[in-house]
Nanobody, 124 residues
């Protein structure tokens, strides 16, 4: 599976962005899909994940109520809708695919496939 993320950019605090991640190859619906982010000098951290069918979603506490993850298995695409953005959301955002089970949704070491990252910058 190859992942291609896009949709990043520069936005003012309080604004919105939608990230997309398109997957090539078959069996997209067999993967838990997640979004992670990495700010300069920081570790890559979990942001959100969505189950195989899209019925279950999981979020890091600081983005709950502001970010929404979703997927369209017919289009092999996962999305991250980000609203009420804050300067501390500034980071490179990565999509990733996990086949090892939903229980590992927040474990970056368990994800097998990663996109190239897309920069999100939130100005104050």
């Amino acid at each position: 599976v190859q992942l291609q993320a896009c949709g990043g950019g520069l936005v003012q605090a309080g604004g919105s962005l939608r990230l997309s991640c398109a997957a090539s190859g078959r069996s997209f619906s067999n993967y838990v899909m997640g979004w992670f982010r990495q700010a300069p000098g920081n570790e890559r951290e979990f942001v959100a994940a969505v189950s195989y069918s899209g019925t279950a979603t999981y979020y890091e506490d600081s983005v709950k109520g502001r970010f929404t993850i979703s997927r369209d298995n017919a289009k092999n695409t996962v999305y991250l809708q980000m609203s009420s953005l804050k300067p501390e959301d500034t980071a490179v955002y990565y999509c990733a695919g996990l086949r090892g089970g939903i229980a590992y949704y927040a474990r970056k070491d368990k994800y097998e496939y990663w996109g190239q990252g897309t920069q999100v910058t939130v100005s104050s």
